[in-house]
């Protein structure tokens, strides 16, 4: 699609090496593989230098086991989000060699190392205890995307000596991921606590006019700080790929 | 009700085929099967040249039994919507030739030949894998209603390459289907890229802010392809009969 | 971006008339006219053989002013629409050929006459004479875009015998557009009644729960007639193109 | 409380009857009897001529039991509404002389005959067959409170001739009851077609958009015809009691 | 559309009075009068021993004086809704006859007495001074349509004892109309202390939370006392509207 | 109402002192002044010792002049709160003496000195320079009814050192009143620093997705500080009556 | 964190007992214990006088032990709220000294007398049967914290007799909690009833339009009554901690 | 706050250069000035190498002002956002060195001039022409961040031709600022077309369901693009100012 791409082609063209026909094929045909009810991208990860993820929400496992055989034909690393116990037991059925990680739902299958990379650590900061299953998704998704990951958990704000006990690893962290249901106030606080980029996630804990995470949100989204980004509710996974981008040299 | 019905009616009393009260009777008298909880159209289907349709979301498999025979009585295609795997089993026990499509959800009564009609094919395009559930409803309807269908899927505008390389089956479709949970955009982006109507199905699929199609469906409604036009969360029937309306010649 | 004009492209380019740098130059290049804060499309026209469209909503008299002129330029028709009065009268100050029709807020600049189009006439239904506004704006873009309109206002659904008077001109219709506020029944009755397409608009009339037209938007979301598809809040201008779409031989 | 109860308990003040702590106590001491969790009204059926009515929703059998014996205890008819199955259950076991209706998840203890009242029959049309059990929640209730009942069930708006077959029997009814989901249509309709008062019940049959009858609810209060009241959704019972204080002599 | 029509014209069709075409046409043309952009019903009034009604939200004044006129040649009374002091400044300037009531924002134009009629007064109770509008407008609507009215003003259920001194008058009406916005408690402690329908308006008093009306509107639809319905929010028209049906003998 | 009156008139009408007639009348009359549109209390002042006080919000210039008139009589002070610049001109101009505060929109008239009363500071505390209004309302309110006010004002959770700054203020408040738009976190801050209960006022300061105060409102319900009550948006006056009441020794 | 715990290490820091290393890490330290996935302060019960409180809502029995027995090691009373059957069931499993009530969910580990506190007794009042649990809640809360708690339950405003017949009590509190689903009314009348501090609790009790409770809250907090606060749905804990701090001495 | 300053503080306490007084006190004084209504840091510039930024919305000229003046007595560069045409009039009247942006509604104080920095361009790329204003927000802000902007201005998603042509601008920036609003499609294909972090701003652009903006907000939220967060409805300076902290070396 992109101008490099089309001139290459172009030269291969206008060599003879390829044919018209060739050519308007070659510029249509998409880099995926069709598996009829899914179109993997195949080379992903070698843009980007990330493991190949899929999102578990949705699928059954043998359409997740089917999109991460093609995937992890490339030789990268293949992770899973979002796969549910029952999901997860049916995939390790097909696929042994398959880690799972059940605080956080995810699947990896490992076939590279994951070199460190990242201008510092990300941190990762939750209000609750209820909270730890987004943040370890974060956590362990920034962790397997190369970056250094400093948890701190059960920090909100009602206490807040317990989130200024690691003000020295928020301020060191190259970006931070700040987790809470609730009223989401731990984003504001530690965004102004912090001069780096903070990522929000909401979470769905709660109850009664927490909205199943809605307020968290746009509590969130109404931020008094200004370092303050959001993601959608309970999306630990979204927060740690940005993170990993904005850490990236 | 419509004038010609009238206009017979008229001419017969007038000759003295039908008295008064059979006139006003038969003016009153619906034309339907009166099955007590179910009030059953018995001549849709020779109108609109459709199979019978019955939506099976609340019913119990003994009321759709019940509609259904009625409905075949008339000899032709009866089809049933949203019937769950418990429903469709006891619907199998007590209408052994009913044909059930898992996936979308359907039930079939196959009892006529279906022509193919319509001016063009219609596409069906969904944005990811966890859609086709209500893609298939879409594809499988608007085939039982004889049309040529194309499918799309998992295509969705975060890769657009895998949308781009089925641009030319979009293209020629007369009407394309566009389905997609989360931030529903490919409705907008589709809408553009033909220049048919787009009948747009936002799905149930996504957590948090998607706050269960909602999301989607408000985007579809202002997308800003102005051939874009919406049904209910999920709705594949719909639009699937929608566009076997515009398809007819 | 199509198959054929690549081919075409390359032809030239295999024949020499066009340098690799022309080509990719070409194919980047996007047909429309940068205005710094607008792009305009100048050959949308030509595609589908309708008048250019310019959204108002939002836009200053001077930035319509100029993208009215850049696409005038090309010959054909220009429609303006959600023209408030001042922006119409600054608007007239600058471009003194434009014609305004104040009911539907429309501007329009002919250029070129219309030529009828369209299987059967489009009949525009609405519930009360507070939806006259939206009401015209479907009809006056309808007949712009070649269609015969036929009007059925003031026919909610509260007062039956208003409606079924028109039922002649519903049932005749290629398609029908129905216009209500309040709470929208108007949709699922005409699609009750007609076996056409329906395409509902609900409009913002009414107060209290009528939440500014998301009641009658739910309501005909909901239809449970299946020819109902929905456009956004007092869209009349969307029902009209989709309508004019369907209404294509 | 009213002046009638003060001044019959005056006068036996003023002849020595009463002593003026008893006038004192008399006064302040409520109709009911204190169940701990519950005080229950011991003679609102006196007052207003109908059976005792129990809200089940909320309540465990054994509450239940308690109430309608204590309830039962007055000699007087007494009903129980929105009895789950598994409640309703425990109670046949705790109390065999109780009459379950499944439908409409009623339990009735009959301990007298109902006479017959009202000026004419209550109508209860509902629009589809997944409506029936809040329909027969509130005939059946019309029916216990002593009213005639005429049922009209699976009459939606999108087929009119299903429910303009039976107008006569809408327009013969000193109240009609409106119910149904989805749009809510229904009301409006009926409203337009009968001088009675009708009561819009709207209900959480549908699906997406729906809102779980929230999109029917806000339809039938924005209803164009000014003879529609509402209750909350599926609350067939509030209907009937409202139906039968409007038919009351 | 009704039988007994239908017989007469049957008769006469029989009789040779009417030929066919004019059948047709009879029975399809309907009672109204077509004004364009509005069509009026002419004989409501005969029907119902009402004034007839027009809602004058939306309309211009030109509109309204339009068909206030078509229904005044008529005879009867008629009656201009939500007509705002603008409206009814130009209204008065087209129709000098018309009586205008501020406060209630209502436009009368009176050719014949009202007689007296109803089983009992209409109680109209409103919680605050900031209700008298509505208040009024219910009030006002209902003694046009002949009822006696008493009216309890400013009796919020935070000063129990202003509504309890007024118990005596909400005892004795056969219909109470309880309006109230903020939290809307009125109707249900009014439903609580008589056996008379209720009818409860919502209004848009209060701020913050009140969301413009939908938190009464949304109390009063829960609302534990069973003889209470709803009407939309500020429309004390359609709750005396519905009064007036309950009170005829 | 309570029993010691009841007593007391027994008594008298045991004596003859009061008839029997006079005994209904006396325990039915209210004790308020009936304005017609108003109901006006005159005796809560000597109830609670409190000033008496009238919602300005909804009432014209004239109904605030005839309450606070009544109100007057009773030699106490009379607060009018939600007073808009226009309608405290009108005010002035009628009643002279009355004392404007045009920040927090309150009208005071002062008969009597306010004796001090508390068991200590009141602490209002708000989040940015925008919420002055409300925290303005809050302060002067609670200083009227008796009470020490201290107040720290642009003092929001992004910038804690501001908060901190005023620990000590905080922490020897007896209440404190923590007022903010936004996302509303400082309730919880705050909650979380002092052992005092904490009423926090949501404001509608904010755009976008602040909705109004919404946001706000449900991030404060959902404190994770357990010493957190909520109030309405911008209900200042609430809190500090309130908190006056928590504040009586 | 406060001045005068800096004040008392600074005096060491100045003997020469604490060196600048063991002061800036006795500051920075949080007087918590680290558990990994929870930071549980363990001597909130000193200052405040209350026994510690673990919020149960999403965490596993196992985490709720280890918190539990980490905060009874300080000798005092521990209180777990939210604790549903299953995890009560595996708890007591792990710590058998614990005490579970089952209505109001509560496990507690009794180690110190409750010593009686308060300058009132705390009303409870609960509108329904179904509201019990969260009144047990808020009323066990209250007895564990010291108080005296009088409970009024099924005192609906619909059969307001039975909630005056209670008069007495709400009157001789110090503090009312009032709890109820529905429409919440009951706050408002009994905020107008009593002249204490009025904590609403709205309870998710209901259906249809009851929202989960959200209908109760936005009721209440448009409260006509000046003297109530409102605490999250269902969240009787909160009310009660809160009454606490108002009723303490 | 943090170590080092405590552990210099000592360093001088403990050679007696401060007293014990001073130390407590210094460690409790904010870095701000006290204005009354507004507590303003000095020296955040200094921390971040920023411009002062001020929120103006909701503020008075004179606040303003005087705020301004206090962050300009810093000598670096002061930003005001949100100025309304009237605000800024008047704020040129006191401050007529001020520089006024008028498309995004900013106010700039130069004293210095801005060095450029950033490891990239940041682009910033708008769906509409009405967009821009808040386009122009995040554009003129970055670039008073020291940032190169690159804008891309009315490239919606329903002309895809017009974002493809600017595919190159898109590539090369470090940052991508997404602002749309309608259904907010705009930022999951740009998000997709590119692999550096995109930051999406929902605009308030639209009518009918978008709500305000809340749509292509939600729409955003639910991005199928993982490297998309969002900042709040029209957020053009949060966008800006987090771009710029991502842009930093």
Same mark, same amino acid.
């Given at each position: 699609m992109d101008r490099e791409r089309i001139s290459a082609l172009l030269e291969r063209f206008a060599r003879g090496d390829v044919s018209r026909e060739e050519f308007v094929e070659a510029f249509a045909v998409a880099p995926f593989v069709e598996l009829g009810d899914a179109r993997v991208d195949t080379h992903r990860a070698l843009r980007a230098g990330f493991p190949e993820v899929v999102? %578990?929400? #949705?699928?059954t496992a043998d359409q997740l086991a089917r999109i991460a055989r093609t995937l992890a034909a490339a030789g990268g690393n293949v992770l899973v989000t979002r796969v549910s116990p029952e999901v997860a037991a049916e995939l390790r059925a097909e696929l042994p060699e398959l880690e799972i990680l059940a605080t956080p739902r995810l699947a990896i299958l490992r076939q590279a190392p994951v070199p460190p990379r990242g201008r510092g650590p990300i941190a990762v900061v939750c209000? #609750?205890?209820?909270?730890v299953p987004v943040a370890e998704e974060a956590a362990a998704v920034a962790e397997l995307f190369g970056n250094k990951v400093e948890r701190v958990y059960d920090? #909100?704000?009602? %206490?807040?000596h317990r989130l200024l006990a690691s003000l020295d690893v928020l301020r060191r962290a190259s970006v931070v991921i700040a987790i809470a249901g609730m009223e989401g106030a731990l984003a504001s606080v530690v965004g102004g606590l912090v001069s780096a980029p903070v990522i929000a996630v909401p979470t769905s804990v709660g109850y009664g006019a927490s909205l199943g995470g809605v307020t968290a949100l746009l509590a969130m989204l109404n931020s008094?700080?200004?370092n303050v980004t959001v993601v959608n509710i309970d999306n630990g996974f979204g927060a740690a790929y940005v993170a990993s981008l904005i850490n990236r040299a």
């Open positions: 999102l %578990g929400l #949705g699928k209000a #609750g205890t209820s909270d920090a #909100g704000v009602a %206490g807040l008094c700080a200004s």
